[in-house]
């Protein structure tokens, strides 16, 4: 088995493990919380507005946008990991028909690996952070799966040019 496919196997197992065992975690350790805390916010604007208090509803409204802001990541990670770990994994099966040279695919399977780590993780500091370093991991990882995939991408096609008769 060739480098590049090792790397997607393996880091395509790894990233759905990965993948799996937060969104276990986050559902055992976290997400009841947050769920609460998103009812209560609504439910609190709700009972604010009802009392004609615009200022506590809004507030209550700030709280609830946060909150779900950072369940829909939460929750966005874990199936952003499975995902990009099930599609390394197909890549990994046909990775031997890419029709580049065996370094370039090792590049490839490289960059996509990282790219498909760093891209959720990125995410996943959004919750904690709205700075410019978490959007800065998750848009450099974005970009290292999307050039990736263009060029194992380019790698298929040139495998299906067809031959000068």
Do not use: C
Not at 86 to 111: W, Y
């Amino acid at each position: 088995m060739t480098s590049g496919k090792k790397i997607l196997l393996l880091g395509g197992i790894a990233l759905a493990v990965l993948g799996m065992t937060y969104g276990l975690w986050y559902a055992v350790f976290a997400e009841h919380q947050a769920l609460d805390g998103i009812g209560a916010s609504l439910s609190g604007a709700f009972s604010a507005a009802a009392n004609r208090d615009a200022a506590a509803s809004e507030k209550s409204l700030l709280q609830y946008r946060e909150a779900k802001y950072a369940y829909d990541r939460q929750v966005d990670v874990h199936g952003h990991w499975i995902g990009l770990g099930m599609l390394l994994m197909v890549l990994a099966i046909g990775f031997d028909r890419v029709a580049l040279s065996e370094k370039s695919k090792g590049f490839l399977a490289t960059a996509l690996f990282l790219g498909a780590l760093l891209f959720p993780l990125g995410v996943l500091m959004q919750t904690a952070s709205h700075g410019a370093l978490p959007k800065a991991v998750a848009i450099g990882g974005s970009a290292l799966v999307m050039i990736s995939l263009a060029g194992i991408t380019l790698g298929f096609a040139l495998n299906q040019a067809p031959a000068d008769e």
